[in-house]
């Protein structure tokens, strides 16, 4: 399998925006404090699909955590459009945060935002591309409009790992 990994900080919420439509806008803003030293490091391996359907597996600091892989098919799902290769690969996913899980945090917001760096990263391989310079997903076309907690996330230190 190969693999690439991003960090990405997570943030919290001042104001919090209430409710999404279309592709994951926001139905009012918000605004929230940017944590650069509680990140998010997830690593996306991928290999050629075996078999009629997509495999993923979700591991969470080692721990393998089925529950998590609904949000994830939900999020390729919604961007396979942009992204077809999604649909040929089978993925295992590990994520790690330097920051407790459930702690008020908005770790699936840098959880997600890694992985949306690393899909990047991916596309750009297959596009010829030997690396990517993203100051922020807002330059990755899924930044902008799939997860917008993404974005809250990547104000601050987003790095390939």
């Known amino acids: 399998m190969k693999s690439v990994s991003w960090s990405c900080p997570s943030n919290i919420a001042i104001v919090k925006y209430w409710g999404k439509y ?13 944590l650069n030293n509680a990140l998010s490091t997830t690593k996306l391996a991928y290999r ?4 009629q359907l997509g495999q993923i597996k979700f591991f969470l600091d080692g721990v393998e955590k089925p ?7 939900k999020f390729f799902k919604g961007i396979t459009a942009d992204m077809p290769f999604i649909a040929d690969y ?11 899980h459930s702690s008020g945090i908005a770790s699936s917001a840098s959880g997600m935002g890694a992985l949306a ?5 991916i596309e750009s391989g297959f596009m010829g591309g030997t690396d990517i310079d993203i100051q922020g997903p807002q330059n990755c076309k899924i930044g902008q409009w799939q997860c917008l907690s993404i974005c809250f996330s990547s104000n601050g230190t987003v790095g390939k790992t």
């Not at 529950?67 to 098919?73: A, H, M, Q, Y």
């Not at 089978?90 to 407790?100: G, K, L, Q």
């Not at 760096?117 to 990263?121: G, Q």
Request: aromatic share 10%; charged share 25%.
């Open 117 to 121: 760096m690393c899909l990047c990263d």
């Open 67 to 73: 529950g998590f892989i609904p949000k994830i098919e």
């Open 90 to 100: 089978d993925f295992e996913i590990e994520s790690h945060n330097t920051f407790p």
């Open 48 to 51: 050629p699909k075996e078999g």
């Open 22 to 34: 279309g592709r994951q806008l926001p139905r009012n803003t918000s605004i929230s404090f940017t």
